[in-house]
């Protein structure tokens, strides 16, 4: 069944972002592929594609989706008010420690937004994706599992298989959490990284990359428990 209904107002924000996109029919077809899922806000990195005549042409009704871009010079400064960001490779997933599929974000995300508002979706380069700074940025990784000898989808695609497989997400209205909630993942990166370096471990980039990347999984409850934890880890050091 196409799922596919009525957009209702949400509090819920999610932001697709294209890091230098270099052609302006990818653009269109991104905002048309938004369009029609119901996602409204588009942010471009490095790029002026959006302006061009031929995104509009393909956009094909999602004129209002290019109007409204918002171009950053930097996905540091895009992501600036972005509370969790979900980063698209089509590199192997054993690289990294933590690799969703489009299905797998949904219920991961559904979980993330009673209490971190605004996720970011990252979409990289046409031809070489994020670089690894890039996908540093980011809280999971994702890509779409296809088949070797064809293993890539255009721009436009990819945006349309993530925004048909998230909708849902921009049809519920989760309560806000309070603003000390949504600083709490931000803030237990800050903490680890601070505790690896009182601990003279900060060199050790496999576990520091490990943690990083597994504290994208985890839920409120679980991020508020582990800062509990590292408080009392923090005053036993102390001592």
Known sequence: MYPYHRITESLMRLPIILVSPARPENVGAAARAMKTMGFTELRIVESAAHLDPAARRVAHGAGDILDNTKRYDTLAAALEDVDFTVATTARSRAKFHYYATPQQLLPLLEEKAAWLP????????????LTNEELALADVLTGVPMVADYPSLNLGQAVMVYCYQLTALMQNTPTAAPQADQQQLKALRLRIDALLTTLGVEDDLKMADWLQQRLGLLEQRDTAMLHRLLHDIEKKVAV
């Open 118 to 129: 605004v996720t970011a979706l990252v979409f990289g380069r046409e031809d070489s994706g």
